[in-house]
């Protein structure tokens, strides 16, 4: 009894492996588009790049898009397709807690008279 459940929990986790496997980009070297050609698509889609490197076998941007968000992108070395992009956390950025905040004055308070004159809200309930 305690081989097959040995067997069988092995089994379980061959699907799991394959599918982690699937994510790396198994392509020769000699099918790699050039670093130049993952620069021209990060201009083409407003990214601002701070290192492109490799991982697991694809190519790996590291930067900001267009609205100044940090983004780490997986491309297909071959194809230069996006695999994955990620929006990384801003916790270490210097600005501290305050997550994409909008600059001053760039953002008008909604029209409901609450934040129009500086004065406390005044709550009626109902």
Same mark, same amino acid.
């Given at each position: 009894?305690?081989?097959?459940?040995?067997?069988?929990?092995? @089994?379980?986790?061959? !699907?799991? &492996?394959?599918? @982690?496997?699937?994510?790396?980009? *198994?392509?020769?070297?000699?099918?790699?588009? !050039?670093? %130049?050609?993952?620069?021209?698509?990060? %201009?083409?889609?407003?990214?601002?790049?701070?290192? +492109?490197?490799? /991982?697991?076998?694809?190519?790996?941007?590291?930067?900001?898009?267009?609205?100044?968000?940090? +983004?780490?992108?997986? +491309?297909? !070395?071959?194809?230069?397709?996006?695999? =994955?992009? %990620?929006?990384? /956390? =801003?916790?270490? /950025?210097?600005?501290?807690?305050?997550?994409?905040?909008?600059?001053? &004055? *760039?953002?008008?308070?909604? !029209?409901? &008279?609450?934040?129009?004159?500086?004065?406390?809200?005044?709550?009626?309930?109902?």
């Amino acid at each position: 009894m305690r081989q097959t459940l040995t067997f069988l929990a092995l @089994l379980a986790a061959v !699907p799991a &492996g394959a599918a @982690l496997a699937g994510d790396d980009c *198994s392509v020769s070297r000699a099918d790699w588009q !050039p670093r %130049e050609a993952v620069a021209r698509l990060a %201009e083409e889609n407003g990214w601002t790049v701070r290192r +492109i490197g490799t /991982d697991d076998g694809c190519y790996e941007v590291k930067g900001r898009d267009r609205d100044g968000r940090e +983004i780490e992108v997986e +491309i297909h !070395p071959a194809t230069l397709r996006v695999i =994955d992009l %990620e929006y990384e /956390d =801003d916790d270490d /950025d210097a600005r501290g807690d305050a997550r994409d905040p909008a600059p001053g &004055g *760039s953002v008008a308070p909604p !029209p409901n &008279g609450l934040f129009g004159n500086g004065a406390r809200p005044r709550v009626q309930v109902n």
